[in-house]
């Protein structure tokens, strides 16, 4: 489940004042509210405490976190953020996102074809280094430019250096660089996964609601040299996980906020971009239940596609919910406008005083970019443009390349490029189809390049030629040609690659106008920080970046329609909740369940919230205690909660996490995985 949240009033993290409201903000680890807590609830991270927790963590490339918990690589997540990896799992024969795994040992867990687990180990900041490369007299496209190169010379160079993984992050919308150097596993396998009737307990009803009853959860393990890793950070496992009322914290990579936004980019978002999003989810939405229709292998393979554009769909239409309130607008217009006024008023800031205007010119061009479409949402399609747009970029110096075939991310890149997960025609025939129809309506059918790519056929014509002329379903075709440089692509008589290289130069253009649009927001949204800090001071969070931060809050319930919401649900208000509802899909427990409730402590708690302030990324984030135990795993947030891309407010936010309580239970009963219960926290 994507987590976003709702609030009452629009500030952006820029405009706070020192004194928080609440338990806002998602801290760098480099700079934790150490004030804050202490004086709030008497407790003071130490710097060991800080880099335990931080070593702890884990970041999944799929989009997503999670946390060591054992010494011998178990790593702990959500069910929802490891579906992509059951999925290609899968098989017809074997669905395990839907009927659940569990390794009865070491040689048994299964591994995943190209799971990339990042974990944290230090932090530099580069401001100075990047700035410098970039000068007032400059055009926007040579800025764009010469940031990317300085940004590529630092990751090679750390890379080269210490072997991490090394990437430049962009903080409070460019007025800060930090360098984030990360140890990568490319070596996991699957542990266990409960079946996804627990794990998604009450189906897309329940979804973004409280209380909740889900055994959202999964276990991974990292190998090294075809062993298990040996792990010297990781969480031991409080047994009877998180109480009422005490404090946690969160440790996890929220993936993009928006709170610095100005009043101008919220519009364009609640006008035009959000409206936009929202049709196209709604229509690939149809398109995959339709493909689903079709039989049961074919719902089969559209299954975890179809969860996550159902999960995207209602996230926004809660975040464009909270934007069309006029009170939040205005909120944010009031903060926006006393910012505008100091800044006029104090002639050592008047150097800012342009960025709020050229914010409101880029949303303008956003709005014209945003028709001209060049997603085809197929595979194929992807691994083509990568194969046709590395030959070219590899002929570059590496600081001269698009970002992502610099030689730093090399490995990383291949190892998505070579993935042995399984492609399946039928649905990518179907899906490239409808995003050719998609296209043709918002361009038009007279369009130059849209005629240029149909080649005089219909879209579903058009997808069946591209599929049935590719062969880069397979993995060695894809390495093939890979190996084979420019060469190989000027040479291929491949559909796909021929029309990766069909439509490459308007990609490439319509990136370009949009990297030059973000260059223009980055030294704009610059000063618009500036001049908080030289007005505020510098104790503000910057907006999530998909990097490591640090929540946090305490267990407890809310009011919500005059009625008091209690923090906890218990595991025998699961099977209440299933014989209320009478059998009606998503609330439907599994067998194993079923066969367990005797031997179930019923009264242990299942799931419970907090007001730690997490978003989308932040699923599978470990929950701890202030003595580093895990207590919780995260999931989702409450209905309350969905734009908390814009807007944190403690009042009814909630974060929701299976109790760690609950997760042993599910595993010593249901699962008969009493070897994986004596691990965690070994």
Known sequence: MRLAFLGLIMMSACTLAPGLRGDEGMWLFNDLPVKHLSERYGFEPTPEWAEHLMKSSVRFNVGGSASFVSSNGLVLTNHHVASDTLQKLSSEENNYLKDGFLAKSQADELKAPDLELNQLVAIQDVTERVNAAVSDDMTTEQAVAARR???????????????????????????????YQYKKYTDVRLVWAPESAIAFFGGDADNFEYPRFCLDACLFRVYENDKPAQIEHFLKWAEEGAKGGELVFVSGNPGRTSRIFTVAALQFQRDVRMPFILNLLRRREIALQQFGLRGTEQARRAQ???????????????????LQDPAVMSAKAESEKALREQIALDPNLSKYSDAFGKIEETQRMRAELLSQTVNFNSQLVGIAQRLVQMAAEDQKPSTERLAEYADAGRESLLQQLFSSAPIYADLEQFLLADALSHIVELRGGNDPWVAKVLMGKSPIDRAAELIAGTKLIDVETRKSVSEGGQAAIDSSEDTMIQFALLIDEEVRRVRKANEEVAEIEKQSYAKITEANFATLGTSVYPDATFTLRLSFGPVMGYEQEGEWVEPFTHIGGTYEREASRGGQKDFVL????????????????????????????????PVVNTDGELVGLIFDGNIQSLTADYLYTDRQTRAVSVNSSAILEALRVVYDAQHIVNELGK
């Not at 750390?158 to 903080?171: E, H, I, K, N, P």
């Not at 194993?592 to 984030?621: H, Q, Y």
């Open 304 to 322: 975890d596609d179809l969860f996550g554009i159902q999960n995207s769909r209602k996230a926004y239409l809660g975040m464009l919910g909270g």
């Open 149 to 179: 190169a300085v940004i590529s010379e630092i990751e090679k160079e750390y890379l080269d250096a210490t072997g991490f993984r090394s990437d430049v992050v962009t903080l409070y919308g460019g007025a800060r660089y930090h360098l």
């Open 590 to 621: 599994p067998d194993s369940w079923k066969e367990a409730k005797d031997r179930m402590n019923l009264e242990i708690p299942f799931n419970f919230v907090c007001t730690a302030d997490i978003i989308g990324g932040n699923s599978g984030s």
